[in-house]
């Protein structure tokens, strides 16, 4: 059993920032991926950002610039939100994927909100 904790969503004005993060516990051998999603009423869950094991980081044009995703250890992974939008109001995600002893998983977190309103 893999479990994901989320912290750090809460309201802030347009143009703020915020930092999300996200903690990983169970029997994990080593995490390959850890990233974030969002997904927004009536919407699909969309990735926001990741990074790899080697520290490769991926992110939507939409947050590019905005948005950074750091892995502070090998179980937690951070992301800085700068300049929040209206637009980027949303139910955020953690997800990750590995390796546990004789298996592999991917997991979600229960996920925080971040609204971004005046």
């Known amino acids: 059993q893999v479990q994901l904790v989320e912290s750090g969503g809460g309201l802030v004005q347009p143009g703020g920032s915020l930092r999300l993060s996200c903690a990983a516990s169970?029997?994990?051998?080593?995490?390959?991926?850890m990233g974030w999603y969002r997904q927004a009423p009536g919407q699909q869950r969309e990735l926001v950002a990741s990074t790899t094991r080697s520290g490769k980081t991926n992110y939507p044009d939409s947050v590019k610039g905005r948005f950074t995703i750091s892995r502070d250890n090998a179980r937690t992974v951070s992301l800085q939100m700068n300049s929040l939008k209206p637009e980027d109001t949303a139910v955020y995600y953690c997800?990750?994927?590995?390796?546990?002893?004789?298996?592999?998983?991917?997991?979600w977190g229960q996920g925080t909100q971040v609204t971004v309103s005046s």
């Open positions: 169970g029997s994990i051998l080593w995490i390959n991926v």
């Open positions: 997800n990750a994927a590995g390796v546990l002893v004789g298996s592999t998983f991917g997991s």
